[in-house]
């Protein structure tokens, strides 16, 4: 059913929702049906994947197709920036938004923020910066131009309320997603035998991203595959593949490896896996919600590395969700310099060999608890209506 819908002599009210993670797409669609059902029928228009014109959304444009990670990819795309920021703020200018839904997106959303409250126009924001982490400048920019904040984890509000921001917890909207989802057991479609351990790969939702970490995950493979059956393991290894990430650029890195491609199964992967390997990021709570131990690890570029450590103060101990919330190390994550081929091998041997999956697996169930008994859509919804 379109979300949007003229009456004849009727003016509706119009949301502007901006989003850019791949995976807020489903956030979006969870705010929208408990819009509906409370009988909300307004014009949505929003900064989103283009998937979601499919639900009667007036998509502006999909920024995902623009996304980059990295310092040298984000200057050769500084043009398209610049021009997708105006093109958001000319649009917002001529549909006049009751009130705007800023999701991720920092640094873009935090400069259309200022221009939102020089035209009168209320804006929410959920998933807000991380400045409890690094960046903490960014509180007066938070405080000044907007209106309340929607956290998903409660330290998230106790900071916020500490430094006079407006602020709620609203539960993680994964939590909901994920106790609702029914995987598809794919342990038999990727022909997984008793007694071996399925390992899957999620290096990336972007194709950047992908090109960057795959190549080094496949020699882990390999080292992995080698210390496991020396040992007297067996073991298969299945690839997350997001929508993100184009077949046709992707097959090289698997030539000659025993690698099964799994595509738009993320979950049901997930599910099947008795360990897996990740970039940080939402995906380990992802990972967590389901209850399966799990290797993180990332990198950037040394250069940026460098930069960013000279330049910012980062105030948090781990980078993986699951060890933040957690206060402590339940889960190996490998950053920058320890990020490496025989690191991500060794961590991984190390936790089947010493039977320490089931001890990851009892501590990632207390951070699940920990999150859930919220209706977050609900919650966001009815906030969202009194603005509407």
Partial sequence: MPVALYTVGY?????????????????????????????????????CSKRLASKGVDVVFDP?????????EAVVNFSSYARLFRITLSKIRTIRPKVVLLMDLPDFNLKIA????SLGIPSVYFIPPQVWAWRRSRVELLRRY??????????????YKKHSLKCEFVGHPLV?????????DLRKMCNIGKGEFLISLFPASRMSQFKRFM????????????????????????????????????????????????????????ASSDLVISTCGTTTLEIALFERPMVAFYRINPLLAKLLRALMK??????????????????????????????IANNVVSIIVENRMEDIRKQLVAIKASLGGVDTFGKIADE?????
């Fill in 384 to 388: 969202l209506l009194e603005y509407l």
């Fill in 314 to 343: 980062f105030s948090v101990g781990y980078y993986s969700l699951p060890n933040l919330l957690a206060g402590k190390e339940i889960i190996p994550e490998l950053i920058q310099e320890k990020a490496t081929v025989q690191n």
């Fill in 114 to 117: 200022r221009q939102l409250t």
């Fill in 176 to 184: 909901k997603i994920i106790s609702e989802y029914k995987p598809e």
């Fill in 11 to 47: 003016l509706m009210d119009d949301l502007f929702i901006i989003s850019g993670e791949p995976s807020s797409s489903n956030y979006i669609e969870g705010i929208l049906y408990a819009l509906r059902n409370r009988g909300f029928n307004g014009n949505v228009h929003a900064v």
């Fill in 146 to 159: 907007i209106d309340k904040l929607f956290v998903t984890f409660r330290f998230e509000e106790e900071f």
């Fill in 64 to 72: 995902n197709e623009f996304a980059t990670v990295g310092m040298f």
């Fill in 215 to 270: 190549p080094m995950l496949c020699r882990s493979v390999k080292l992995i595959s080698e210390g496991l059956s020396s040992r007297g393991y067996k073991c298969r290894f299945a690839l997350g593949l997001s929508e993100n990430v184009l077949c046709h650029k992707y097959k090289k890195y698997l030539n000659g490896s025993q690698i099964i491609e799994v595509s738009g199964k993320g979950y049901d992967l997930m």
